[in-house]
């Protein structure tokens, strides 16, 4: 049969048909401002794309595992290494953990040293661990003599160099090591690494700038941005460029946003290929060795079990969009002391994508999605420009130290600390919809609640940390005295009450407050008999804006001088009135919650 004629009987619809009738099912509301998306990255995303936006888009003309990359570096299936990182204080215990991980599936490891090592250390480290099977990853406080203790290993094992795949942490230009590791000590390492053909020598750490609030578009132009740099440094050491692009690897964080991070990897690999192009590589070896890890910044530390499934999604789109390896992190590393159970489900998550989802099985799934291409198409251009405006104003080393980079950043990320503070931004569990049941008991190290403190370097952190210490000092608070009590005092139009009430509840429980919550009450006098019997520090006046007239000011009146009352809501036409009358708060959906919830912190005693 032709399929061709499967359609004849639907005649075609163009765009602006769609549009049009799009339109009048709006019924005069605004398109742009009710269908198109404004992104953190600087520009538009339609309600719809079709075939036709597709037709002049230059990343479409590749194949898998064939030049620009952009849909991936295998010509068939989608493999990737699974990746767990190693804290090392004790070397046998780190030894234990590492063959734990490898018995369970995981086929990569990243070593976290924390203490000078020789070749005795690295023997027992990698006792038992077969170089040619796992791939090998390091960061140390010294990574001089690596290779040359890697090497000497290898050789007493009787591994094949070529088959020892892995790397050593060395990116000069990272910011902890500003100005501390130098070129000099980076380009010994890539001539001591040159005898293990397969092993990276050189990381660009671009998961900095996501987790310091950054933006994608951010994230990978200043990425790359770094990486150009690092061959223009060794090309002009009388490295060939080739040479050097087979000793980098990329380490790139994975966000929330699941489409806009497959659409990232696909667009690294792109933009990577040709700036490798342009350094005279050969196009069959321009690839780009991508290593995905979890985004930190937005991991909450209360209600942890939401991590699963950001970890779950971020590493879906990781693997979607091609990564090479990929770290998933533990649900509670945000405490700072990651648990067995949290490192098994992240080994887990990844072992279930891979087993029991296939996705290893097909390469480039997002191939041909209108909307992945589009967004693909649009982080090109937009990365791309910011990186050439990087290189312009002399690369990313003299635009770090002149403060370009920290202030871009810091203005992305104070955009999206504001949008959070304004709940416009949703982080499940912290500044909406909050577990009130959950309490945290144990004490918790200050720096699980690290805010940045300077705008002359970029500082990775939590978004969710404001929100998290004042909840925090409420759970402290309560270990001692009695926990905060929250009244709702619904009266009214049981919908219009009962959805106020749901609101106030999200919004005093991002505080660890107690809500004493009522089907609504009938009787004003009984209604505030039980208010003045349960001694709440807060009551919270909860009905519809068109009633509040008729009823708020003599609960208002009984209550004002035993709680504070907050009305929920903003009733313009009575506000003028209410604060006439005394009555000072009122939470709707245009307060900045967390300063709002600050100040409810002061008004009861907890945070003076």
Request: aromatic fraction near 10%; include cysteine.
């Amino acid at each position: 049969m032709d399929k061709e004629k499967l359609f004849d009987d639907f005649p075609p619809v163009d765009t602006e048909s769609w549009k049009k009738k799009i339109k009048a099912d709006l019924k005069g509301a605004d398109y742009d401002k009710k269908l198109v998306w404004h992104t953190d990255e600087g520009f538009d995303v339609q309600p719809f794309y079709r075939a036709e936006d597709l037709k002049h888009l230059e990343h479409m003309r590749g194949l898998p595992g064939a030049y620009p990359f952009v849909r991936g570096n295998q010509s068939k299936g989608n493999e990737w290494k699974i990746n767990q990182l190693i804290e090392v204080s004790k070397v046998k215990t780190a030894n234990i953990e590492a063959q734990k991980a490898i018995e369970n599936g995981v086929d990569s490891l990243a070593f976290d040293v924390l203490q000078p090592i020789d070749l005795l250390t690295l023997q027992q480290l990698l006792k038992g661990i077969d170089g040619e099977r796992v791939e090998l990853n390091f960061r140390l406080p010294n990574t001089d003599d690596l290779p040359e203790l890697l090497i000497k290993l290898a050789k007493n094992q009787g591994w094949d160099l070529k088959k020892i795949h892995g790397s050593v942490f060395c990116d000069p230009l990272a910011v902890e090591n500003m100005q501390k590791t130098t070129y000099a000590q980076m380009t010994k390492l890539f001539e001591t690494c040159l005898p293990l053909e397969n092993f990276h020598s050189i990381t660009v750490d671009a998961g900095i700038f996501h987790n310091s609030g950054g933006s994608t578009v951010s994230e990978m132009a200043f990425g790359l941005a770094k990486g150009s740099g690092y061959i223009q440094h060794l090309t002009e050491a009388g490295y060939e460029a080739e040479q050097i692009a087979g000793k980098m690897r990329f380490s790139f964080a994975t966000g929330s946003n699941y489409f806009m991070e497959i659409a990232k990897f696909r667009a690294l690999r792109f933009l990577w290929a040709k700036i490798l192009s342009a350094y005279g590589v050969n196009k069959s070896q321009c690839t780009m060795m991508l290593h995905a890890v979890n985004s930190q910044w937005n991991k909450s530390l209360y209600d942890p079990y939401v991590n699963i499934l950001r970890n779950t999604t971020e590493a879906m789109s990781a693997i979607l969009g091609g990564a090479d390896v990929i770290t998933t992190i533990p649900f509670d590393q945000a405490t700072g002391d990651s648990s067995e159970l949290g490192k098994r489900i992240a080994r887990n998550q990844q072992l279930i994508l891979k087993k029991e989802s296939f996705f290893d099985k097909v390469t480039d799934p997002a191939a041909g999605s209108y909307y992945i291409e589009m967004l693909t198409d649009k982080l090109i251009h937009h990365s791309w420009d910011l990186f050439l405006e990087t290189d312009e104003k002399g690369g990313y080393e003299q635009v770090y130290n002149q403060g370009f980079v920290q202030h871009i950043i810091q203005k992305e990320s104070q955009k999206k600390n504001r949008d959070i503070a304004y709940r416009k931004r949703s982080i499940l569990g912290v500044n909406q919809f909050p577990n009130t049941a959950e309490k945290m008991e144990k004490q918790i190290s200050p720096k699980v609640f690290f805010a940045p403190d300077s705008a002359e370097k970029l500082q990775p952190y939590r978004a969710a940390t404001p929100f998290e210490a004042l909840r925090y000092q409420t759970d402290r608070f309560a270990l001692k005295h009695k926990r905060p009590q929250v009244n709702l005092f619904s009266y009214g139009n049981p919908s219009k009450s009962r959805a106020r009430a749901q609101f106030a509840t999200n919004f005093f429980g991002c505080a660890g407050y107690e809500i004493i919550d009522h089907s609504g009450f009938t009787n004003l006098d009984a209604g505030i008999k039980i208010a003045e019997n349960n001694r709440a520090e807060i009551v919270v006046l909860c009905g519809a804006d068109e009633e509040y007239a008729d009823w708020v000011f003599p609960v208002f009146e009984a209550l004002r001088h035993k709680s504070v009352v907050v009305l929920a809501g903003y009733p313009v036409n009575l506000v003028d009135k209410l604060k006439n009358a005394g009555m000072e708060y009122f939470i709707h959906n245009r307060c900045n919650v967390l300063e709002e919830l600050k100040k409810y912190q002061k008004l009861i005693g907890i945070n003076r």
